[in-house]
């Protein structure tokens, strides 16, 4: 069974930082593009950042300068670390992947609450 796990969410005061990573795991042949999204309360998700497999990134004008994003392709993880917090980034942050198992498809993590607040 194919999962991606989430982790390292939590609260932290405005300009402070947190590091998510996610884990890809299960009978997985090629892993392709890895990226973050998130949804706040009342809003659409929305793409975050993204790293493809040639380590080629792309990140929400909302973010970018803020956030890194990562992958250690040995480990099949993909890290966001996130820096400067700001309140408007209170979401549910979710990792997706773009994987090769029986066939290509996306997949999607639990998602990790991401509180910014004083």
């Known amino acids: 069974q194919v999962q991606l796990v989430e982790s390292g969410g939590g609260l932290v005061q405005p300009g402070g930082s947190l590091r998510l990573s996610c884990v890809a795991s299960g009978s997985i042949f090629i892993i392709y593009d890895m990226g973050w999204y998130r949804q706040a309360p009342g809003k659409q998700r929305e793409l975050v950042a993204v790293?493809?497999?040639?380590?080629?990134?792309n990140y929400a004008d909302s973010v970018k300068g803020r956030f890194t994003i990562s992958r250690d392709y040995a480990k099949s993880t993909v890290y966001l670390q996130m820096n400067n917090l700001k309140p408007e980034d209170t979401a549910v942050y979710y990792c997706?992947?773009?994987?090769?198992?029986?066939?290509?498809?996306?997949?999607w993590g639990q998602g990790t609450q991401v509180t910014v607040s004083s």
């Open positions: 997706n992947a773009d994987l090769l198992t029986a066939s290509r498809n996306p997949y």
């Open positions: 790293i493809t497999p040639g380590g080629g990134t």
